[in-house]
């Protein structure tokens, strides 16, 4: 009922509205007053956190999105190399694992039977295990040696939106609480990084704030056929994520790439017209910035439309944006957060301009419990 939605058309778009909660709800309570992280759920001792040589992350579908992401930020904050792999793919492939690897599953549902029978397989290969998952007492979570719960609240809307960027705070969180166990990171670094994960909350909802800028992009493209998203570094992920939502949900075309691979055989694709959206890392990023600028220059030139999500403030892209849509300053490895917004804005509302159940994809299930 619309009581249930909050007024809300769909589930999928009170839950994108309640993400600035949720993301707040997910960082409650793990860090103290002075920035230091407290993750007392994590379950598995301090020295064997400290032997771990190895992470790999398991997931599916947006899930593993997240994952992508969390190997950028893991990897640069404890230098410990971070693999990602689809459920299904790591299990069958004869991995190498050790008690000394940490296997980390992210599942929204915790019921996704793929992601399942990996985390089965590394335990058996005497690996730790914690799972990153929404729903309390699921199977992933009651299988693995320790849980961070991301505190989402239930998803109704069978794309994920509150339970993807909870699930980026979690992995943060994680990155975070092994390098202050390891001693990678000096406390005030950490304290600096969970100082900019307070403010997120804040940032998301400023993007919310805009979200008729999004509804009126939406609304041009509702006989669109093809869609193309481009990113680089932390925001290579959210291109795919971006293409994802559309194909869910308004059963279109639509491919993310990372921005350098481009040349190397996408560009071939760009023709009159054709949307694509563009994730511009912040400036602080400068050699990563100024790549993101060239490669929206020339897709541009090629007669592509550009929508590109860009920082406040960040004028060098203006002349190469056909549409423009701003996102909160923040730093790039946290840029994620803010910038799926919008591309969740857009795929529900143009799914709902389309005509579709966006709450009820064709096809598609909430949580799949079979292989
Ligand atoms: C299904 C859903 C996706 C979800 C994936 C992983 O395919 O339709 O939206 O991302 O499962 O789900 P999980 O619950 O494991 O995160």
């Known amino acids: 009922s619309a009581a249930e939605k909050d007024g809300f058309d769909w589930f999928m778009r009170k839950e994108i509205f309640e993400q600035p909660r949720a993301v707040a709800d997910a960082l409650l309570g793990r860090h103290t007053e002075s920035g230091a992280l407290q993750l007392d759920e994590v379950r ?32 640069h904050w404890t230098r410990i190399p971070c693999e990602v792999e689809l459920s299904h793919e790591f299990r069958y492939r004869d991995p190498i694992l050790t008690r000394q690897t940490l296997v980390v599953a992210i599942s929204q549902s915790g019921e996704t039977a793929d992601t399942l029978m990996a985390i089965r397989y590394a335990r058996e290969q005497r690996s730790k295990v914690l799972a990153i998952c929404n729903t309390n007492g699921s199977t992933i979570p009651r299988e693995s040696d320790a849980v961070i719960y991301t505190h989402a609240g239930p998803e109704i809307g069978v794309a994920s939106t509150k339970g993807f960027v909870t699930q980026l705070i979690a992995c943060y969180l994680l990155g975070l609480y092994l390098a202050q166990v390891r001693g990678t990171k000096f406390g005030d670094e950490i304290a600096a990084v969970v100082d900019d994960l307070a403010r997120m909350p804040e940032h998301v909802q400023a993007v919310l704030d805009r979200a008729d800028e999004v509804y009126a992009i939406a609304a041009q ?21 971006g293409a994802l939502k559309l194909k869910e949900l308004a059963y ?7 921005a350098g691979e481009l040349k190397h ?26 790549k993101m600028v060239s490669a929206i220059q020339e897709i541009r ?16 892209i203006a002349p190469y944006a056909d549409v423009l849509i701003r996102l909160p300053r923040v730093p790039t490895l946290l840029q994620p957060v803010v910038a799926v917004v919008p591309l969740q804005l857009f795929a529900c509302e143009l799914a709902t301009q389309m005509g579709h159940d966006v709450d009820q994809p064709r096809n598609l299930a909430k949580s799949v ?3």
């Open 44 to 75: 598995i001792s301090e020295q064997e956190l400290r032997d771990i040589d190895k992470i790999i992350i398991v997931a599916c579908g947006t899930s593993c999105y997240a994952a992508m992401v969390a190997k950028y930020a893991i990897e």
């Open 369 to 371: 419990t079979v292989e």
């Open 252 to 258: 279109i075309h639509a491919e993310g790439f990372a």
């Open 301 to 316: 030139a090629r007669g592509a439309h550009t929508i590109v999500l860009a920082e406040e403030g960040d004028e060098s």
């Open 221 to 241: 493209h509702a006989a669109t056929r093809s869609v193309l998203f481009l990113g680089r570094h932390a925001g290579f992920p959210i291109a795919l994520e």
């Open 265 to 290: 055989g996408p560009i071939a694709l760009i023709e009159e017209g054709l949307p694509v959206f563009c994730v511009v890392p912040p400036r602080g990023r400068d050699e990563l910035h100024q």
